[in-house]
Every structure is written in structure tokens, then in C-alpha cells.
């Protein structure tokens, strides 16, 4: 089945220490998003590719940084992370063009400790 | 982006009809409505997406009103595997021709036996 992976699930890292967050793709959508979801918040997004276009949120720390090298993967860098930084992970794919069917499909997440 | 206002939380009989409402009222003419959900330590779900029209799938119905400024989203069914955090989603088709959308706080559902 087509779908979004992530790896790891579960991460842990100290605090200063870089970390990568790992997202691939079958669905060879164009679009690759980046949320972050801390404890009972709803999902915020951190940044987007459209192709190889980078968007960034205007209120993304510049602490989080991205790369998408291909179509299929994505990864997050977090290059200093902080206790304020443990958080879900998401990461989500939509295809450009029609409106009626460019809903965001989800991976499961990768949940960061930082201790 | 337009923000929506749903109730924290909601209970449902299993079996019976979960109706979720969303506020929506800074809705403008070209932003959707969407619904996910979310269950406990997973990703988001789309659920349902409408514009104007009322919608049905094989999750669920969408119900916006004439005016837009509001939408309910209807389980018909409701089973205990439909405990869940749902979002109502107005998203921004920007110009590439995808969404992009902020999440709201969501109601969580709780359907019990």
C-alpha cells in the first residue's frame, strides 16, 4: 500500500545534540510538510516543500531546518534542540492540482525526547 | 487563515449519530472546509473536505450551512474506534494548487459502549 513512513517512532536525544527525523513517501506527492505537535496541542506546521521549493512558517525557529533530496524523502534537522523541543513529529504529503482530492495524508509520527 | 472554534469535547452512544459542529465565521470564498481526526499516538486522518456543497463518503457527511460560517460533521454510526480528536480545517488553496491549512483545537470525541 502507498503511504507515509517515518523513522525512527521514537527518538532520543540530549540537549545540544543535532538530530535527524527521517520521512519517505510512495505516494510521489509533490508537497511534503512538517508538523510539530506537543502534548494535547493540535499539529503546527513548521515549514513545507512544494517540488524542491522550501517554505518556511514565519514562527519556525531557526533551529529547524529541512532537506528533501529527492521526491520520496524528506528530513527534519533540528540542530540545538531544547527541553521546549519534545514533541510529535509529523510529517504529511498532498498532491498539487485538483481541489477534490489534495487532502494531506499523515505519517504515523516520531515522538522526540530531550533529555 | 481563516479559525475555526469547536467544542473541547463531546460524548456518543456507540451506535448512534456523532454530530460534530465547527464555527468557521472569517470563512472566505475560496477557502475549504476539511475534517481530520486524530487517534490517540497516531497521524492525522482526512476524513472529508466540501466548499459549499453538502458532502458524503463512506466515513462520514459534511453539512455547511448557506452562509458557509458554519459546518457539522456527521458520524452516522458511531463505534468506539471513532474515539478521537477531530479537526475542523478551513484550508488556503495557495498557488501551486495544494492546501495549506492550520489546525484548530479540536473536539475530542468520546464514544461509549
Known amino acids: 500500500d502507498a503511504m507515509v513512513i517515518q523513522n525512527p517512532r521514537y527518538q532520543v536525544t540530549q540537549f545540544g545534540k543535532p538530530v535527524t527525523l527521517s520521512c519517505s513517501q510512495t505516494l510521489n506527492h509533490n508537497v511534503m510538510y512538517w508538523y510539530q505537535q506537543k502534548s494535547s496541542q493540535a499539529p503546527k506546521l513548521l515549514f513545507h516543500y512544494y517540488d524542491k521549493d522550501f517554505n518556511n512558517e514565519a514562527d519556525t525557529p531557526d533551529n529547524f531546518q529541512s532537506r528533501r533530496p529527492n521526491t520520496s524523502f524528506c528530513f527534519l534537522d533540528i540542530r540545538s534542540p531544547g527541553l521546549g523541543d519534545a514533541a510529535m513529529y509529523l510529517c504529511?504529503?498532498?498532491?498539487?492540482?485538483?481541489?477534490?482530492?489534495?487532502?494531506?495524508?499523515f505519517g504515523p509520527g516520531t515522538r522526540l525526547t530531550v533529555l | 487563515d481563516a479559525k475555526t472554534t469547536q467544542p473541547p469535547s463531546m460524548d456518543c452512544a456507540e451506535g448512534r449519530a456523532a454530530n460534530l459542529p465547527c464555527n468557521h465565521s472569517?470563512?472566505?470564498?475560496?477557502?475549504?472546509v476539511y475534517w481530520y481526526r486524530q487517534i490517540h499516538s497516531q497521524g492525522p486522518q482526512y476524513i472529508i473536505h466540501?466548499?459549499?456543497n453538502n458532502e458524503t463518503n463512506e466515513m462520514a457527511s459534511l453539512i455547511i450551512t448557506e452562509d458557509r460560517k458554519s459546518s457539522t460533521l456527521i458520524l452516522p454510526h458511531a463505534t468506539l474506534r471513532d474515539t478521537a480528536v477531530y479537526y475542523c480545517?478551513?484550508?488556503?488553496?495557495?498557488?501551486?494548487?495544494?492546501?495549506?491549512?492550520?489546525f484548530g483545537t479540536g473536539t475530542k470525541l468520546q464514544v461509549i459502549p
Open positions: 480545517i478551513v484550508g488556503l488553496l495557495v498557488s501551486g494548487g495544494y492546501q495549506k491549512v492550520t
Open positions: 504529511a504529503t498532498s498532491r498539487r492540482g485538483s481541489n477534490i482530492d489534495n487532502e494531506q495524508f
Open positions: 472569517t470563512i472566505s470564498g475560496n477557502e475549504y
Open positions: 466540501g466548499l459549499k
